[in-house]
């Protein structure tokens, strides 16, 4: 009975953490409405990035045993998030011909990203509705919908937004700003962690005014990112890719 119990409030806590996710992946789909991603392709991305919360925490509770409680260990947990969305983003669609403009990428960066919070918000739903107490679940979703899935989304996007802006440059540069701006999520990751979970209810005001203005600036990105021009040889260079 207990058994049964505990996967109904499993479930339930998935659909409702869903149904707030899929309100942000409405929004920012929106940042590529001229020319919409496949359905099939964004879904891939959201999948990918469901899958991957269960590695990541298994990674980080290796690391949590070997690091006591500090910003190192909130950096390292950063880097194992950060890292893994980008890894499982790359071998589901970015490396894919249909990712073939630069506002693609943070699209799929971010999508990634609300998968991943999907399945996380959904573990923290978990127990005040398995106990019953609506008034937590509530908090508790609002907490989750205003700042940590954001905090998601801004991290993983200023990625997405560092390799859009030099997706028409060579390798090398590729390499370099994909590389400095994964260094910035991480950092960026880690500073909000901190915030929330050394400095307790006090810090979070703050990360909520903080999350906000990056998402501000984040909006300002990406439309200088729908600016950047396909140059004239980079047509014949991606039907050559796709003959």
């Known amino acids: 009975m207990n058994l049964l119990f505990d996967a109904a409030s499993a479930v339930l806590a998935f659909l409702a953490s869903l149904a707030m996710i899929l309100v942000w992946l409405t929004f920012w789909l929106f940042e590529d409405g001229k020319h919409p991603e496949p359905r099939r392709f964004l879904l891939l991305a959201f999948v990918a990035g469901m899958l991957s919360v269960f590695p990541v925490l298994l990674f980080e509770a290796v690391a949590a045993s070997f690091v006591p409680m500090s910003f190192f260990l909130l950096i390292v947990w950063a880097f194992i998030e950060e890292g893994a969305k980008f890894t499982v983003a790359w071998f589901a669609v970015l490396r894919r011909p249909v990712c073939d403009e630069p506002i693609d990428i943070p699209v799929y960066l971010i999508t990634t990203a609300l998968g991943f919070s999907a399945v996380e918000n959904a573990f923290f739903l978990f127990k005040p509705i398995a106990n019953g107490v609506l008034l937590q679940t509530v908090a508790t979703g609002d907490l989750r919908f205003i700042g940590a899935t954001l905090i998601h989304v801004l991290a993983t996007s200023v990625t997405g937004a560092a390799l859009a802006l030099v997706f028409y440059q060579e390798r090398a540069r590729k390499i370099v700003y994909g590389a400095l701006g994964l260094i910035l999520a ?22 909520f005014m903080l999350v906000w203005v990056g998402i ?11 600016e950047v021009e396909r140059p ?9 890719r796709n003959v």
């Open 216 to 226: 501000v600036f984040l909006l300002l990105a990406l439309e200088r990112v729908k």
């Open 232 to 240: 004239e040889w980079w047509q014949k260079v991606f039907m050559k």
């Open 186 to 207: 991480i950092f960026l990751h880690a500073v909000f962690n901190f915030l929330i979970i050394l400095k307790g209810a006090g810090g979070l005001l703050t990360v």
